[in-house]
């Protein structure tokens, strides 16, 4: 089957016949509104599998294809992007707003990047993870950009991995602000554009050049 | 200590948020399956509660948040099934259910740990993950017990870590059954049951004991 003959925000299943879709739920919060219009469609287009994502989404899956566009309709949900190369989710614990341990305001800081940043085109695929304090919650080290709160400010780390090849992160800068943090974050995305093969994943990038050259290039 | 006392009294599962006075739980649902009527009670609760808010979480659960104390038990019991806590989670990819790449059924194998590992008491806590190929979609590598599914068979992976001293787990066995990745998760769980110390999870307590420990209490020493 021809790529473009796949409805928007829709990804092809095993079978080779349904589809699953993801509503895009920034950072992972959702309102009663949302729960409400995903029990409805859930119920009406009488969907096989409602299932929550590690990167805090719900995925819909087994949609016939006819389905898909009237689910979307009926959501008013955007697309959260699932296999584009872009940018796909900012993960983000809860952070001060709520936990006992955070010291940066994690939601935050998280949902401006979200904001910023889904869908941005990019070599590869791209995961987010935005932590409030050095328990590392949401997975700083093992996601392409990752952000930890620390008493001093943000610690941006950059290159994680946490796949079938995991890989560290590196610390690419220390006691940022959040306003130097977007900004940052922002260049090393325009920087990975340029530097980075298609379909080459941060982590493989980094792993190539090193975390010096990507300093020199951005500090 | 006050808040020893507050926190030992709580009802199992629910947690103190920051401030203090509200508290968050976050209710049982293997593999992240929900179905619309689960959504349907958590949104009632939410609604009549009038809480703040819900959140999905890395770990394929809902938690909701915001409850204050003299809510807390009735918000539990109204949650009715759905808030039966769960004890340690598993996350899994879709697999062989769904996905195009999976090589076994992540799914069935994630259902079948996780009533498994409800047998067991451990000394903190334990995330796992199970992924249907080696794309690893369940990050299997960074959790305390892993699992990926390939052609022949599980990879069985052990003391992995995402946190602030990221860990890649050691493989315990490459090919085996359902059956047999069970059952060497369990000898390992019950090794390190026996042998950490308080609060120590599975990666550092591999990096404190080596992992040729893990392995001789698993296989025995003639392996």
């Known amino acids: ?22 509503p895009r739920t920034p950072v992972g919060l959702v309102t009663p509104d949302v729960l409400e219009a995903l029990a409805r469609v859930g119920r009406k287009f009488e969907i096989p599998v409602m299932k929550i994502t590690s990167g805090q989404r719900i995925a819909l899956v087994g949609l016939e294809k006819e389905q898909v566009d009237e689910v979307w309709e ?19 614990c809860p952070g001060t707003a709520v ?6 305001d994690s939601l935050g800081l998280g949902l401006e990047l979200e904001n910023m940043f889904v869908g941005k085109e990019l070599p590869a695929k791209l995961k987010v993870g935005v932590s409030g304090c050095t328990m590392c919650c949401a997975e700083s080290y093992v996601r392409d950009v990752g952000l930890i709160g620390k ?20 610390v690419l800068a220390e006691e940022l602000s959040r306003q130097e943090a977007v900004e940052l974050v922002n260049r090393f995305l325009e920087f990975y554009r340029e530097n980075s093969g298609k379909r080459s994943r941060s982590a493989m990038m980094l792993k190539k050049i090193g975390i010096d050259a990507v300093k020199e290039a951005l500090l | 200590m006050k808040n020893k006392e507050i926190i030992e009294g709580l009802p199992k599962g629910a947690i103190v948020q920051r401030g203090g006075g509200l508290y968050s739980v976050t209710p049982r649902m ?20 009038n809480l703040s808010g819900v959140r999905v979480t890395a770990g394929q659960r809902l938690k909701i948040q915001g409850i204050p104390e003299d809510k807390l038990k009735a918000v539990i019991e109204k949650l009715g099934p759905v808030g039966e806590f769960c004890k340690y989670y598993v996350q899994a ?10 090589m076994q059924d992540s799914m069935g194998m994630g259902a079948k740990l996780e009533e498994f590992l409800n047998g067991f008491t451990l000394p903190w806590k334990l ?13 299997s590598y960074v959790r305390d017990v892993g699992l990926v599914g390939k052609n022949k068979g599980w990879t ?21 059954s359902e059956q047999k990745a069970l059952e060497i998760i369990g000898k390992a769980l019950d090794f390190y049951s026996r042998n950490a110390k308080v609060r120590e999870r599975t990666a550092r307590f591999v990096e404190r004991v080596g992992i040729d420990a893990v392995k001789e209490a698993v296989f025995g020493s003639t392996q």
């Open chain 2, 156 to 176: 069985v992976l052990f003391g992995g870590n995402a946190g602030k001293r990221v860990r890649e787990g050691d493989i315990l066995a490459e090919d085996v």
């Open chain 1, 74 to 92: 009926d959501l008013k949900m955007d697309v959260g992007p699932a296999v584009g190369l872009c940018v796909h989710y900012v993960q983000a």
């Open chain 1, 99 to 104: 936990c006992k341990l955070g010291l940066r």
């Open chain 1, 1 to 22: 089957m021809a790529e473009n003959d796949i409805p928007t925000g829709a990804i092809l299943q095993r079978d080779k016949k349904t589809y699953a879709i993801v």
């Open chain 1, 151 to 170: 008493r001093k400010g943000w610690t941006m780390v950059v290159g994680g991995n946490a796949s079938g090849r995991p890989r560290i992160a590196d």
């Open chain 2, 30 to 49: 293997p593999l992240g399956q929900i179905t619309p009527e689960h959504l349907n009670t958590i949104n009632s609760v939410v609604q009549e509660f």
């Open chain 2, 93 to 102: 990819c879709p697999g062989t259910n769904a996905c195009r790449l999976a």
């Open chain 2, 127 to 139: 995330k796992t993950g199970v992924s249907g190929c080696s794309m690893s979609c369940s990050e």
